[in-house]
């Protein structure tokens, strides 16, 4: 029997370019019904969300403007993919959710993949419908049947040993370049939230998390380590301990310890919820009571990260994309 000839899809969330795409970006995500479940139709959803995304637009401008106007997460991406080609001798297609402007060459891209199999991997180790299912159901909208049937997803890597030992090693490289010994350290571990809602109808996502911190943490038994959420939207109620929180409160459970070293757990590459509101605001915070504060970069393009993913992309227990919609 002849071996599959497999492709791949490397997906990402996708950040603005520039400060012409900040609106698009929003207006893409905002409009997400797998991202905000208003129960609206989905004509009204959208002219509201639209709007919200316009006002949201004129007010995030001046924190993208802290990052010369744009987000990293396109070029690391983009960086990312050509590393992976060099070792994978195969096609690989990049998908950035959120970048409207890009989607028309993907889709020319990916029509032209002639194989028996397409790998797809989400740069999301933690799965949840808002992210992976919502690339799922993307792709089920607007490419042919023939196509997404050949999809084998990698649906997350929450614990996967390759990604987890990634993780450690960055962890590690991290506080010995900064002299920071495990017994005066706290390792505050900061995912994305999500609503508590989503979480309540069977979201896996909280447990994920759970599971990537648990996992790196054997690692480091003589630090204190921290699992909260940040980024949240809007006024309903999103899964706790939220970092600010966790933050405003740290003299009450950091056993004394003087530094608070940061780690985007839910993040694969650096934006704006790592570079302006964990670094501007949560470590601001940490600051002003008197402790250090420290922020682990993403993983990006770290050596141990690309031969984690290698290694991740040889599983055979994937899922097809129908398998990861969510049912509405």
């Known amino acids: 029997m002849s071996k599959k000839k497999t492709h791949y ?17 929003l207006a893409s995500l905002l409009t997400d019904q797998d991202v905000i479940r208003t129960g609206f139709p989905s004509f009204i959803h959208r002219f509201l969300f639209k709007r919200v995304a ?44 959120y970048l409207p402007a890009t989607h028309e060459q993907f889709i020319e891209e990916v029509q032209q993949l002639e194989c028996d199999e397409i790998r797809v991997f ?57 002299n920071l010994s495990e017994d005066e350290t706290v390792l505050l571990f900061s995912a994305h939230g999500i609503p508590a809602e989503f979480i309540e109808k069977g979201d896996l996502y909280q447990d994920e998390c759970l599971a990537s911190v648990h996992a790196i943490m054997q690692a480091f038994p003589q630090c204190l380590g921290r699992l909260s959420y940040q980024s949240k939207f809007g006024k309903g109620e999103w899964i706790k301990p939220y970092t600010i929180d966790v933050c405003k409160q740290i003299l009450e459970w950091n056993q004394g310890r003087r530094h608070v070293v940061f780690i985007p757990i839910s993040f ?5 919820e790592t570079l302006v509101e964990i670094e501007n605001e949560y470590m601001t915070e940490v600051r002003e009571v ?7 970069p993403c993983l990006t393009l770290d050596p141990l990260w690309i031969k984690a993913i290698l290694e991740i992309l040889t599983e055979t227990n994937c899922m097809l994309n129908q398998m990861l919609i969510r049912r509405k």
Do not use: C
């Open 54 to 97: 316009k006002k949201r637009a004129r007010n995030i401008s001046k924190e993208y403007a802290l990052m010369g106007g744009k987000s990293p997460i396109y070029e690391d991406t983009e960086a990312l993919a050509d590393e992976l080609r060099l070792h994978l001798n195969a096609p690989l297609v990049t998908f950035h959710r």
């Open 9 to 25: 899809i490397l997906v990402s969330f996708g950040g603005p370019r520039s400060s012409e795409e900040i609106y698009p970006f």
């Open 122 to 178: 989400p740069l999301f180790p933690q799965f949840t419908y808002a992210t992976t299912g919502s690339v799922a159901r993307w792709f089920n909208t607007f490419l042919p049947n023939e196509l997404t049937n050949k999809m084998r997803w990698i649906k997350s890597y929450a614990a996967h040993p390759a990604f987890i030992q990634a993780h450690q090693s960055h962890i590690r490289k991290y506080l010995a370049e900064n």
């Open 290 to 296: 008197g402790l250090n504060a420290y922020r682990v």
């Open 268 to 272: 694969t590459s650096d934006h704006i």
